[in-house]
């Protein structure tokens, strides 16, 4: 077992962790997306710390990073995410907002808000379900607000073949 401590703040591109802005500068220029500071709507970065308790909770575990950093991109069309450990390096992937659906969840128990989300994720066929965990903080819940609202924007509700079904 680990003791996990999360903070997030909203920050802009700019002030991002640098390995973390190195990352979404490369995946935007490989993917050519554009300009990463123009795209960009919105942006968090969340604060990982893991504190194992023992011998026996680090051989449960496995070997957790002990610390990491998540940063999250929301641009008109997609959400991206990517994550630098200590000890798992980096991973980035992101998700057209028209093929995702999203929902907040919180947890008291572990102190985090987050997103929940599923859908298909980096262009690929398969559906994905997975979890991006914040802190507790305000900007972690606006931050999560605005993500749904995007995609809500860019996959609004179906009208139904039946009329009064719309209102």
């Known amino acids: 077992m ?20 190195t990352v979404f500068k490369e995946y935007f220029q490989t993917h050519q997306l554009g300009d990463l500071e123009t795209e960009a709507r919105l942006c968090c970065e969340t604060i990982t710390r ?3 308790l023992g011998r026996l909770a680090g ?7 002990s610390s990491d950093v998540l940063g999250l991109i929301l641009t008109e069309q997609y959400l991206f995410w990517a994550r630098v450990g200590d000890r798992s390096g ?15 969840y919180s947890s008291r128990l572990a102190k985090e808000t987050g997103l ?17 965990a ?11 607000e605005q993500v749904i609202e995007a995609v ?3 996959r609004p509700p179906r009208k139904s073949i039946i009329p009064w079904l719309n209102k």
């Open 2 to 21: 680990a003791i996990i401590e999360r903070s997030t703040r909203e920050t802009s591109i700019r002030n991002l962790n640098p390995k973390l802005l």
């Open 50 to 52: 893991r504190e194992t």
């Open 59 to 65: 051989w449960l575990d496995g070997n957790p990073d």
């Open 90 to 104: 980096t991973i980035i992937a992101g998700a057209d907002l028209k093929f995702i659906r999203v929902q907040m």
């Open 116 to 132: 929940e989300i599923s859908g298909h994720v980096g262009g690929t066929g398969d559906r994905v379900n997975g979890r991006l």
């Open 134 to 144: 914040l802190g507790p903080e305000p900007a972690a819940v606006t931050f999560c």
């Open 152 to 154: 809500k924007k860019a």
